[in-house]
């Protein structure tokens, strides 16, 4: 059994940097696909970025801002967030699945999801 667990949300003010981890476990993870997704209140949830072991792709929205990262060793993805605006309050959640990682978006099937991490940005 896949199982994925974050850390690492908090308050933060505009402008400001917060690193996500999520740690995986029962897969490694050049097996999977990994992808990071948000739920801002009384908003759907929407995927940010994906990545594969060849190619990671981010959305407009946090293009330049956020970058994903891996440590094989320690079998745990990392989400670098700069620049955090307000806008970017959310739930955050990494998720694992299969897919393709396109230039143009992700066609991800993920089928584990961590329990989520909360990111709130204001001063």
């Known amino acids: 059994q896949v199982q994925l667990v974050e850390s690492g949300g908090d308050l933060v003010q505009p402008g400001g940097s917060l690193r996500l981890s999520c740690t995986v476990s029962?897969?490694?993870?050049?097996?999977?696909?990994i992808g990071w997704l948000r739920q801002a209140p009384g908003k759907e949830r929407e995927g940010i970025l994906c990545?594969?072991?060849?190619?990671?792709y981010y959305e407009d929205s946090v293009k330049g801002r956020f970058t994903i990262s891996k440590d094989n060793v320690k079998n745990t993805v990392y989400l670098q967030m700069n620049s955090l605006k307000p806008e970017d309050t959310a739930v955050y959640s990494c998720?694992?699945?299969?897919?393709?990682?396109?230039?143009?978006?992700?066609?991800?099937?993920?089928?584990?999801w961590g329990q989520g991490t909360q990111v709130t940005v204001s001063s």
């Open positions: 029962g897969s490694t993870l050049d097996q999977v696909v």
């Open positions: 990545s594969s072991n060849s190619n990671t």
């Open positions: 998720a694992a699945g299969t897919g393709r990682v396109q230039d143009t978006g992700c066609l991800i099937n993920y089928r584990y």
